[in-house]
Structure formats: structure tokens, C-alpha cells
């Protein structure tokens, strides 16, 4: 890994791997089945392969000893978890948020773009992100104030790893994570290019199109020499943005804010920002009504 993984929160990179490591296994055996498919009262789809990685997380959180800057075991708010009234929520000042399989949609058409988002959330921002892809068997990890990684061949690499790895250290990875660290590769892997009069380079999502999205990208071929759309689903947006593969990822309809926070703290860690569409505010966690504003991730 280029470069060095320094502070309390960078040693939680190893349990948290572990953990949506299993996630990602449990997920795959369902994958590679005839698997049926249920509906929330949204109309979203629901399989098995969500509620087996909700557990998988909720164990696995549960166990993870945070650092002392945070006082106690933290609670975990989930896709599949969602129903804690706000007036529980609002006396938390930092939770894991998590999304045990992002993408439900992609998991069904078989498409293998899906992922498992973990979000550490202090004072209403992601400090601290994972985004899992199991059918790739990569993960990324992402410190918003820090620095950001992806890390491919996770099944090879937590494998080899020992010690509990559970944040004990304050001063950086410990001998025991070195494996993890130094395997890794340090984003952005390339530059953006958002320059006027280049060919600018727009993620869109695969399963939510919108006007909204079309009238944007339309204004910024006005702007630039050409645009580039780059379909992509879940998590995995965000992905392209923190490696520089993309410029700009703009976000006109309804997504929840477990479907962003992982991703957040991954681009923030990468020098980029997801700002409230027309705004120059970030997006904000923990709110009453969990659904976000339309953002622009750049």
C-alpha cells in the first residue's frame, strides 16, 4: 500500500474487512442458487442474501472494540434494521450505518454489481467507510479526514492476517494489519479531468434513470467538449470517483442515507466532496427522515 494508514480509526480496517468478508460469503452461496425474492412495502426487493449479511454485520459489529475516542459499544442502524424511531436516533453521536447488500436489484438480475456498505457516523458525517464487492472479492476502505484504499484479493489477504485487530492502537496499523495495508492500492489511482473543454466523464446509475439526470448531463455537454456516461450500480459509483475513473456523479432521485454513507467517507478520503444537489453543503446523517436530497459527488 503507497503510502501510510495513520490514526485510531485506521486500525478498524482489519475487523471490519473480517466481517464483511463473512458477509460477502454468506451473500455469495445464495448467489449461486435458485433464490426467491420477497417485497418491502416500498416495493424494493428482499432476499435471503440481505438478512443473512444483516446478521453476519450485526454480530460481527457488536463484537468490534472502537477507539477510546468513542465511549461506548455503538449502536447500528440498518437497511434491514431501519424501524428505531428518531427519538432514540437523535441522542447517538456516532452509530454504525450499514447496508448489508446494496444493490438487491443487481444481486437479482445477477449482474455482480452489488456491494456491502459499512459507515462509521460521528456527528452526523461518515468518518469512516467499507464498500465490499463480493463477486470481485475487493473491498475499499476509506477515512473521510485521511486517506482512502482499495484492496483486491480480500479473500487471500484476510486470510492471512492474525491478531484480534480489533482498534487497540492509536498511532497507526499494527504489525498484524501489515498484510492488509501493504497490499492495498492508495486513490485516487488517477487524476479527474474536469477542466472546460475536456471530455468530462459522468457516472449514472444502472437501475434508477431519470429526466433529471439526462437535462444534467445535456448542460454539462454544453459546457465540455463531450461526456462520457458510465453506468454503474450500487456502491460501486462512488468507487469510480474515489479511483478518479470518473469525474463527476450526480444523483437526481431518492436514495437512503445507508446507501451513501460508506461511499461518502470513501470519495471524502479521496479529495472529492457529495455536496446537496445546488448547494455547497454536504450531505448530513441521522436525520429524522433517513431519505437524502438529490447530491452531486465531484
Known amino acids: 500500500m503507497r503510502g501510510e494508514a495513520a490514526g485510531p480509526l485506521a486500525t478498524l480496517a482489519v475487523p471490519l474487512a473480517r466481517a464483511s468478508f463473512e458477509a460477502a460469503?454468506?451473500?455469495l452461496e445464495v448467489y449461486d442458487t435458485r433464490f426467491g425474492v420477497d417485497f418491502k412495502a416500498?416495493?424494493?426487493?428482499?432476499t435471503e442474501a440481505d438478512r443473512l449479511s444483516h446478521g453476519i454485520l450485526l454480530r460481527h459489529l457488536g463484537e468490534i472494540v472502537c477507539p477510546p475516542i468513542f465511549s461506548k459499544a455503538l449502536p447500528v442502524l440498518s437497511e434491514e434494521g431501519r424501524d428505531i424511531p428518531f427519538v432514540e436516533r437523535k441522542e447517538w453521536d456516532s452509530f454504525w450505518l450499514v447496508d448489508p447488500l446494496d444493490g438487491t436489484k443487481e444481486f437479482v438480475s445477477r449482474n455482480g454489481e452489488?456491494?456491502?456498505n459499512i459507515a462509521l457516523i460521528h456527528g452526523e458525517r461518515p468518518v469512516l467507510g467499507i464498500v465490499h464487492i463480493p463477486v470481485q472479492d475487493t473491498l475499499y476502505f476509506g477515512l473521510a479526514d485521511g486517506f482512502s484504499y482499495k484492496i483486491q484479493g480480500v479473500s487471500r489477504i484476510v486470510g492471512s492476517l492474525a491478531g484480534p485487530g480489533r482498534g487497540e492502537s492509536s498511532t497507526g496499523p499494527p504489525a498484524a494489519e501489515e498484510p492488509f495495508y501493504r497490499d492495498g492500492l492508495r486513490l485516487p489511482l488517477e487524476q479527474t479531468r474536469t477542466e472546460a473543454g475536456s471530455v468530462v466523464r459522468v457516472v449514472g446509475s444502472r437501475s434508477h434513470p431519470s429526466r433529471a439526470f439526462d437535462d444534467y448531463v445535456q448542460q454539462l455537454g454544453a459546457k465540455h467538449s463531450g461526456v462520457e456516461i458510465v453506468r454503474a450500480g450500487s456502491a460501486l459509483k462512488f468507487c469510480l470517483l474515489a479511483e478518479g475513473r470518473a469525474d463527476v456523479y450526480p444523483r437526481m432521485g431518492p436514495t437512503m442515507e445507508w446507501d451513501t454513507?460508506?461511499?461518502h467517507a470513501l470519495v471524502?478520503?479521496?479529495?472529492k466532496r457529495v455536496y446537496r444537489f445546488g448547494s455547497e453543503e454536504e450531505l448530513r446523517y441521522n436525520k429524522p427522515e433517513l431519505v437524502n436530497d438529490w447530491f452531486i459527488c465531484r
Open 114 to 116: 452489488f456491494t456491502i
Open 25 to 27: 460469503g454468506a451473500i
Open 261 to 263: 454513507a460508506a461511499g
Open 268 to 271: 471524502n478520503g479521496a479529495g
Open 42 to 46: 416500498d416495493s424494493s426487493p428482499l
